[in-house]
Nanobody, 124 residues
């Protein structure tokens, strides 16, 4: 069982930065791939980034590649998402997820555990 709690969201101007954090419970944190998704009003939840258990493999959506960076600290049971050069279209609720499935890490079905989300709002 894994519980996830996100933090770090807020209101920022276009071009600004935020760092999202996700704190995970459980002693097997390092065995899970971790992902970040976002959900904007009127849109489907979409994949943003993912990271393998040891942290050596990174995955990004094309829309955030070069601007967002995912990382993790297994000693602290934490995963992070650094958001740089933010755009108004990045406005959404951002969710942290943990999974160990067999599907692609870009799919919501891969993940068995989700946080409650943190709001990111980017003004133009």
């Amino acid at each position: 069982q894994v519980q996830l709690v996100e933090s770090g969201g807020g209101l920022v101007q276009a071009g600004g930065s935020l760092r999202l954090s996700c704190a995970a419970s459980g002693r097997t944190f390092s065995s899970y791939r971790m992902g970040w998704f976002r959900h904007a009003p009127g849109k489907e939840r979409e994949f943003v980034a993912a990271i393998s258990g040891p942290g050596g493999s990174l995955y990004y959506a094309d829309s955030v590649k070069g601007r967002f960076t995912i990382s993790r600290d297994n000693a602290k049971n934490m995963v992070y998402l650094q958001l740089n050069n933010l755009k108004p279209e990045d406005t959404a609720v951002y969710y942290c997820a943990a999974g160990a499935g067999s599907r692609s890490v870009t799919q919501t079905a891969y993940y068995g555990y989700w946080g409650q989300g943190t709001q990111v709002t980017v003004s133009s």
